[in-house]
């Protein structure tokens, strides 16, 4: 018979669980609740994009593989170990985190190299840096994945949901991502004195067999993305060697990730229902889609805003630009700002309120100076 401790020790878990997911657990109260208005049927079907959630999968998949075995981890600690001051080290570990975001996603990246910076920057004693450090290297990862189709997940919902052709992709992002690496160079010169330092050498080493092994998955998942060959073959590849190879990376893939894009798809499959709701959402975006977009990503972040908005709107230009540019904000505007935040707060406690009123400083400061940028180039 259960007892009560044992009612509670759940209880936690769960609690604990819907904390740590919360963007999901909302998504499937929304899911749920449009569902009283929009009744469950055979148009359901076509509100999930399968593509999208394999490409995902895949990415994801061979991510926690190279993780696993701190293939980037090693190489970003041989980069900063070249530099030997501080201003120019603080800025190759936001470059990191940037390009890295383009390769790796940003939640992944930041994930990857946030431990990096906060070690670097404790055997350095340059601890006065770290808040600056965490939020440039957020502000990289949002803004740097916007470059490519699986730098962000929102990305890759629009790159496949639109069919953009990749050269438009890259024309489209271009400008905002050159703005974007100007101001955050321009704010590490700014803020960061060239003070000297150096990091202590560290033994390290990776298993060339496997390495190339990831590699040539991680090739294999970039090819699907572009569409190279079939999605399908990605999701029977992929987990089939991993199941063999690393088992443990397929349990390290961000399912609650995934599972936030299938129940915002249903989401935002039955607002697209409800007439009023239509007119709604289309009446404003055919204003201004590009700050409607960034607007909204602010309240409910920009993966949720891209699924979301998409449904009312085929002006996937704005749209696309305005879900990557809104990711820097509020901190709710992206989910790597939570997982920044919380790693920030985990190694600093006490220090929330300093760390969310410099965040907030530099965030809208780089959200006005995008959107004013975006609207100058457009009115050109």
Request: glycine share 6%.
């Amino acid at each position: 018979m259960e007892t009560s401790s044992q009612r509670h020790s759940v209880f936690s878990a769960l609690l604990a669980f819907a904390k740590k997911n919360a963007v999901m657990v909302i998504a499937l109260l929304a899911a749920v609740i449009t569902s009283f208005f929009v009744p469950v049927d055979k148009t359901y079907l076509g509100y999930f994009d399968f593509k999208t959630l394999t490409c995902l999968f895949c990415v994801l998949a061979v991510v926690c593989a190279l993780k696993d075995i701190r293939f980037f981890y090693i190489l970003a600690r041989k980069i900063v170990q070249l530099f030997k001051n501080a201003r120019v080290c603080i800025l190759a570990l936001v470059y990191i985190t940037f390009i890295g975001s383009m390769l790796i996603a940003n939640d992944m990246a930041l994930l990857t190299f946030l431990p990096l910076g906060y070690l670097v920057l404790t055997t350095t004693q340059k601890e006065k840096y770290m808040a600056f450090t965490f939020i440039m290297q957020n502000i990289s990862a949002n803004l740097g994945g916007m470059l490519t189709p699986f730098g962000n997940p929102q990305n890759l919902f629009l790159y496949t949901k639109f069919e953009i052709p990749n050269g438009e992709f890259l024309r489209i992002m271009s400008a905002p991502f050159i703005f974007s690496v100007l101001l955050i160079t321009l704010c590490c010169f700014l803020f960061v004195r060239p003070e000297p330092l150096e990091l202590s050498d560290e033994p390290v080493s990776l298993n060339p067999a496997r390495t190339a092994l990831y590699l040539a998955l991680f090739a294999l998942a970039i090819v699907i993305v572009f569409r190279g060959i079939p999605y399908w073959i990605g999701l029977i590849v992929i987990p089939l060697v991993l199941l063999f190879a690393d088992r443990k990376a397929l349990g390290m893939v961000d399912y609650p990730l995934l599972f936030t894009f299938v129940f915002f798809f249903i989401f935002s499959g039955n607002m697209a229902r409800i007439a009023p709701v239509r007119a709604f959402f289309s009446g404003l975006l055919n204003k201004n889609t590009l700050l409607f977009s960034t607007l909204s990503c602010q309240c409910i972040s920009n993966v949720p805003s891209a699924i979301l908005l998409s449904q009312f709107t085929g002006n996937y230009r704005d749209l696309l630009v305005g879900v990557n540019i809104g990711g820097v904000g509020t901190l709710i505007a992206s989910l790597a700002s939570l997982i920044t935040f919380r790693e920030y707060v985990r190694h600093n406690p006490g220090k929330a309120g300093t760390y969310i009123s410099e965040f907030s400083l530099f965030n809208f400061s780089f959200l006005i100076l995008l959107i004013g940028f975006m609207t100058l180039l457009k009115l050109l």
